[in-house]
Each structure stands twice: as C-alpha cells, then as structure tokens.
C-alpha cells in the first residue's frame, strides 16, 4: 500500500470497488496513500470473512455496505420484501409499510450472480407472496438460473387460499421447492392472536391444503413459546389428523430479535421446562409417521429420545455458544444458541456432555 500503488490504481481499468480490510493501523495509512481515488471501501477486521464468490451490496456513497450471498455458507437468504400481512409476537423482522420493490430487482440480479453448484437458497421476507405474480416469476427465474439449487420459502401460506395462486406456483414446476409455512396451534384463536391477524389460521390452513392439492412441497414450522407450549402436543395431533400429507414439521427454538425482544416476558420458555412435552409431540409426529425435526433447540436440553431430530439449523453468522459447552464432547453435533440467545436471555440448565458421564442432566 504505497504511492506507486495507488498511482497503478488511478490508470487502471475503472472497477465497480475495491474492498481494502485490515486493522485500524492499517486503515489508517492506506486511507493517506488512496486518497482521492473512488470506488475504494475499506473494511474493518470483522469483514475478513469475505471471500472469492461472495456477493456484496454497495452503496453509491460508499457509507454501506451489505453481504447479500456468501458461496461458502449453508444458508443464504435472499429478502424479497419487508411488507407483512401478519403481525406475529415473535417476528424477527418486524414488518414496514413502504414500497421495497428494488427489493424484488436485486433479487433478479442475485439470481443470475449467484454460483450455479450452490447447494440451497432461501427466499424470505416480510412475506414474498405479497409480491404477487413477481414472486412466481421470481421462483422460474430460480429454477431457470440455479436449475440445481434448492429453493425454500419462508411463507405464512393465506395468499394461497387462492386455488389459482398456488396452481400457479406449481405450474412453474421447480424441481426442488418447499414452502415453510408456520402454524401455531390447532386453536384458531390462539393461532390468530400469536400473529395479530383475525382469520389468519383458516386461510393458512386453506393455503397448505391448496398447494399440497398441486403438489407443492410443504414444511410445517411451530415455533416453541408460551403461547404456543400449552397446546403443543395437542397441535402436532391436529397437524397428524388433518395435514398427514404435508413433507416436514419442524418444531423451533426461540430467536430473541425483532418483537420477540420486546415481547420477551410474554414468550420466553426455558426448554429445560417443557423438554417432556417436547418428547410427547415428537412422538406424535413419529407415531403417525410423519417427518419432524427439531431446530434451534440444544442437546443438553432435550430427552434422548428427541437428540435424533435434533438439527443445527441456526445460520453460521448468528450461531454462537456459551463458555460452558467448551468442554463438551457433543459441541460439534449441537445446535448451538442464536447469538441473540447468548445476550439477552438462555437456559440456566446448559450443561457440557463429558467423556464417559452417564447422565449429565
């Protein structure tokens, strides 16, 4: 990083940026010797992480910068809008009312970026159905550019209470697709106040029953709190009787970021609490030979007979553990917390497995 350096930058062929990272030191001199030249951003340490393949959002004045896909992660979601028509307790994304359509062109331009061996991708939002005809145009320009990739939406399923809607969406024919849509009781009106919309469960319950008429993959996601614990069990018999044909459940541990923050006392549950009651409304799932995991929950925490279903499921950027599980022998297999878990609010029952210990609980 010396002059002559930054002389061959100013006579180089004119570049979208260059992402200079280091220390503050190291900052500190580059940012003397680049004066004047446009286009650079200089990163601090916590961007060592990008690499070859990763694709970044910058903006025109250089003040932001956003990572949009990492080649090397598991789980890359790409967010087609931040418009909601639910108003879930828990939501990690609170939902605006602002027109966010560049957030659908972004994603056209993902779409033909993004590396062709990638493994899977997410579509999320807010809720992408509210795009209308561009989110299924949006899926057959996935299937049509990443014909390999998995694709999973994250859904809440009522736009296709419209049968034409979701033999649309199959009409598209993507390989690979699967709709996560969550369902949070088998009372409609405790499902309806959990996302703070009247009527939301029957056109949730309408949308499954559509898509899977069409073939349409669909998991299933409850998401474990206070006001979803009292009828858990009592859910997955609802979910066993009535929506047998549905391809994955997915029961889920608690991310503490959006309104979950705010509504924090009103849906915390320790999982050290309700780990009986999770073994039951697995062993509904199983008995009636459906498909189930369990996410977001840590292996210390639930019963041997749930640690099967057990699934790391948390993204890599926001997957952290405590200074206790160190010396666990299982670490590895583990889920893990949400990094928002670690700072706000987690079981005081974590406990390390250790070689040759029987019962660690």
């Given at each position: ?24 030191e190291e900052l500190t001199v580059t940012e003397q010797v680049i004066s004047g030249l446009p286009d ?312 390390p497995f250790q070689i040759n210990a029987q019962n660690h609980h």
């Open positions: 990083m010396n002059d002559e350096w930054a002389a061959s930058l100013r006579n180089a062929t004119p570049f979208a940026g260059l992402l200079l990272c280091g220390s503050d650079v951003y200089l990163l601090p340490e916590e961007y060592f992480y990008l690499e070859d393949g990763d694709i970044v959002r910058l903006s025109p004045k250089g003040e932001r910068i956003s990572i949009l896909f990492r080649k090397n992660s598991p789980s890359n979601s790409i967010m087609l809008t931040e418009r909601c028509n639910n108003f879930c307790l828990m939501c990690s994304q609170p939902p605006k009312r602002t027109n966010d359509d560049w957030l659908l062109d972004e994603a056209y331009d993902l779409l033909r970026m993004i590396p062709q061996n990638t493994t899977n991708i997410g579509f999320t939002g807010g809720e992408p159905t509210l795009c209308g005809k561009r989110f299924i145009e949006l899926v057959e320009a996935a299937r049509l550019n990443l014909p390999d990739t998995a694709l999973d939406v994250l859904t809440n399923g009522r736009a296709f209470k419209n049968g034409a809607f979701a033999a649309q969406l199959a009409r598209v024919r993507h390989p690979n697709l699967q709709l996560g849509i969550p369902l949070y009781s088998d009372d409609p009106v405790r499902h309806d106040y959990v996302v703070q919309t009247q009527g939301a469960f029957d056109e949730t319950i309408h949308g499954i029953l559509n898509l899977k008429r069409y073939g349409v993959r669909v998991e299933i996601r409850v998401v474990v709190h206070q006001q979803t614990l009292p009828r858990l069990v009592q859910t997955c018999e609802f979910i066993a009787r009535n929506l047998l044909f549905v391809d994955h459940v997915a029961l889920m541990g608690l991310e503490i970021t959006g309104f979950t923050r705010t509504n924090l006392d009103l849906l915390w549950a320790d999982p050290h609490t309700y780990r009986d009651k999770l073994s039951e409304a697995i062993e509904v799932l199983r008995t009636h030979g459906m498909h189930c995991s369990v996410y977001n929950h840590q292996l210390c925490l639930v019963n041997k007979d749930v640690e099967s279903v057990c699934r790391k499921a948390i993204s890599d950027w926001k997957n952290e553990y405590l200074p206790q599980c160190d010396g666990c022998t299982r670490k590895s297999e583990c889920g893990g917390f949400f990094s928002t878990q670690v700072l706000y609010r987690h079981s005081k029952h974590v406990q």
